[in-house]
C-alpha cells in the first residue's frame, strides 16, 4: 500500500486489492476514513458492479474509489460525476454518451461504470474506467479508451480528478443541461415499470423526467431500462 496527496486529496494505492469499494466501506466502518479521500488499485480480484454483479478489473485500467462527506443522499450527484467522465473521455477526442444514469458508451460499448454508495456521514464513488483492457461481459458490449486514443492510466486518473472536483461543485443548471446534451436515449422509447415511456429529461432535484402518453412522471432510482 503506498499513501500520497494529490489534488487536495489523500490517495491510497495498491496493485492489487479485493475492491477499492470494499476497502472504502472498511475504512469507514474502522473510522479511518475522511473527506476527499480516494482508494486506487491496478486491478481488482473482487470488483464490485451495480446490481450485484462483478466488475472484471485486469491490470491496465482505472479502478477508484472516492470518499466524500455527505451527511444526506444527493441524487444530482451521480450526473456530476457521469458528466466528468465523459469530460475526461471527451479530452482525448473521444465521443462518448452517457446512458441513465452513469453508465458511459463509446460506439454503443460500455467504456465506464460508476457504483454510488452512502454510507453513514460519506459517499462512496467508485469508478471504473476501461483503458487497456475490456472484459467481455454477457450484459452487453465494452470497450476501451485505448482503442481510439494513446492514453496512460495515470493521466486518465490526474484528468479524472480535475473533472470530478469542477462537475461536483458546478451548479447543477450546468451540468444537467451537459448531461442531456451527451444522454444516450433522450427523447426516445425507454421502458420503466413494463411500460414504454418517452425520456424527456432531468428536473432540478436530478429526478429523470418521463412522459407516459398525456402524463408527466418523475423517476427517483434504478427503473428505467434503455
Ligand atoms: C457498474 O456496474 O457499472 C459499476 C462499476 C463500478 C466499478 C468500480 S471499479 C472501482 C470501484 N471498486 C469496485 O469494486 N467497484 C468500483
Redesign the pocket.
Known sequence: MDCLRLAGYKVISFDKIS????YAHDMIAQGTASDHMVIVAAA?Y??????R?K?V?HHGNL???FIFNSPERDPRLSYAVAVAIAETIISYGVNPQIKWPN?ILVNHAKIS???IEYVGRFVII???INVHTNPTVPEYKTTRLDEYANVDVTDVMSRLVKNLDKFIKADFDIVRKRWMALAAGLNKLVKYRGEMVELIGVNDNGALVVRRGPEYLLVHGDEIMM
Open positions: 475492491s477499492t469499494q470494499s481488482q473482487a470488483g464490485r458492479g451495480r446490481y454483479r466488475w478489473s479502478y477508484a474509489s453508465d461504470g460508476v457504483l467508485g469508478i471504473g
